[in-house]
């Protein structure tokens, strides 16, 4: 099974603040790569597939880069409705994993 | 309006059995894999289970294979996930979701497994 690491677990910044959350797979994952924030209390929604590909109706703030082992993902000037927590996941290969999440918080 | 409902969810004792179902909505059914991930409590996003667009190919998490069965009906624009011998560690929020890259979501529905 492919591991998918995110770092880190959690982080705080001010609004207006730019911040990077970084996943890595076990092993290469191609471009096969997606990403989700998670609201309390609601179901995630998808930002990113394709590593850097933006779903469509998702503001240009959020921008993806990676490919093979190393992927990240880049918000800049926070909102309050950003803070979230955010998952890595790949679909290279079954079993599909996600990363363990990583949760931004306002400072 | 691009739409997933999950149903299903409940309460059940160890060793008993749900059927979850999730009806879509605004799109065809029948061109897209579909997915069960789930949520414990406090806890991360765990894939379940996955389907292609014409049930060819089905994958299990290791944790649920063996007890857990995912079908369609593209008929009915339904996507299914029966639950056997559930255990404690199956309690959680299952969602439904669209195609390899998980877009969208349905709002979920609560699994409890307790004594």
């Known amino acids: 099974d492919i591991q998918m690491t995110q770092s880190p677990s959690s982080l705080s910044a001010s609004v207006g603040d730019r911040v990077t959350i970084t996943c890595r797979a076990s092993?290469?994952?191609?471009?096969?790569l997606a990403w989700f924030q998670q609201k309390p209390g609601k179901a995630p929604k998808s930002l990113i597939y394709?590593?850097?590909s933006l779903q469509s109706g998702v503001p240009s703030k959020f921008s993806g880069s990676g490919s093979g082992t190393d992927f990240t993902l880049t918000i800049s000037n926070l909102q309050p409705e950003d803070f979230a927590t955010y998952y890595c996941q790949q679909y290279n290969s079954y079993p599909r994993t996600f990363g363990q999440g990583t949760k931004l918080e306002i400072k | 309006e691009v739409q997933l409902v999950e149903s299903g969810g409940g309460l059940s004792k160890p060793g008993g059995s749900l059927r979850l179902s999730c009806a879509a909505s605004g799109f065809t059914l029948s061109t897209y894999s579909m997915n069960w991930v789930r949520q414990a409590p406090g806890k991360g996003l765990e894939w379940v289970s996955s389907i292609s667009s014409s049930s060819s190919y089905i994958y299990y998490a290791d944790s649920v294979k063996g007890r857990f069965t995912i079908s369609r009906d593209n008929a009915k624009n339904s996507l299914y996930l029966q639950m056997n011998s559930l255990r404690a560690e199956d309690t959680a929020l299952y969602y439904c979701?669209?195609?390899?890259?998980?877009?969208?979501w349905g709002q979920g529905t609560l699994v409890s497994v307790s004594s």
């Open positions: 394709a590593a850097s």
């Open positions: 092993q290469g994952i191609s471009n096969y």
């Open positions: 979701t669209r195609g390899g890259l998980g877009d969208p």
